[in-house]
């Protein structure tokens, strides 16, 4: 019955994203496989944090990780407030690929919508730089559902601006800050990893051994397996570039906002 229900949803995935591909822009380089792309954003990045896709989850594996967190309520001492935030984490995460530091410290009065009606996220990232993040709809999908759950407006203008994105809860003795919320993801992808032993062996042996910066490379591999151009993702992930990358290889934000809309859209409504 597991591997069923494992089946089913990774067939609503690939409907979901079936025919969402971006189209191949004239980037140069933007033609080749996902893996060459990929070899090339590593040359693109800062030089202290070289890009990695192997430290992360297939589309395939991380439609099965993401499986077990529906229905996860009363299971292994879940309670319904820390499910729907494990959630909303999940989704948040997955969408942006912030640091976990830029999730913890995220608050709503720093999302922003400009006048292309795009929204954006400003964070303070590494080195303590200004920089921002486009907001797919998967990712103000996901918030907005999780301010509902919490019984906070969904409506901008009525919101506190210092409410943080991912609140502290009961059980969070030293309330949220990054090593903690890794502590609730390696709690959760513990109880994912027993939960797959048997459908997918090998997604629950990389659970097992899995650090907080698989997800920023999870979200970055999956977007450009979509089509998002190379420079898109190393922009919104906010790496520097080497002195040497040509000025044209740099993108707008409209591209980059509509890019990342795209491979990342509101999920199918239940």
Request: proline letters at 5%.
């Amino acid at each position: 019955p597991l591997q069923g229900v494992f089946n089913q949803a990774e067939h609503d995935l690939h409907e979901h994203h079936h025919g969402l591909i971006v189209p191949r822009c004239s980037v140069r380089a933007n033609h080749l496989p996902v893996r060459q792309r990929t070899e090339i954003l590593r040359t693109t990045t800062s030089r202290g944090a070289a890009f990695d896709a192997s430290r992360g989850f297939t589309e395939h594996e991380w439609t099965l990780i993401r499986s077990t967190a529906d229905g996860i309520e009363g299971i292994a001492g879940w309670s319904e407030e820390g499910a729907q935030r494990l959630r909303f984490v999940l989704d948040f995460w997955y969408a942006t690929g912030l640091r976990p530091s830029e999730m913890v410290d995220a608050r709503l009065g720093a999302i922003e919508r400009d006048v292309q009606g795009d929204d954006w996220l400003n964070v303070v990232g590494k080195g303590s730089k200004h920089g921002k993040v486009a907001l797919p709809l998967l990712a103000r999908g996901a918030l907005d559902q999780y301010l509902a759950q919490q019984r906070l407006p969904v409506t901008r203008t009525r919101w506190d601006p210092k409410i943080t994105l991912v609140p502290g809860l009961e059980e969070d003795a030293t309330g949220i800050t990054a090593s903690r919320l890794w502590a609730v993801m390696r709690r959760f992808f513990r109880h994912a990893a027993q939960a797959l032993k048997a459908v997918s062996p090998s997604t629950s042996e990389k659970l097992l051994r899995a650090t907080p910066h698989w997800m920023r490379h999870t979200h970055a591999t999956h977007a450009l397996a979509r089509g998002v151009e190379l420079t898109t993702v190393r922009d919104n992930l906010r790496h520097a570039s080497v002195a040497t990358t040509p000025v044209y290889l740099h993108t707008d934000e409209i591209k980059r906002a509509r890019q990342m809309g795209e491979a990342f859209p509101a999920p199918p409504r239940a």
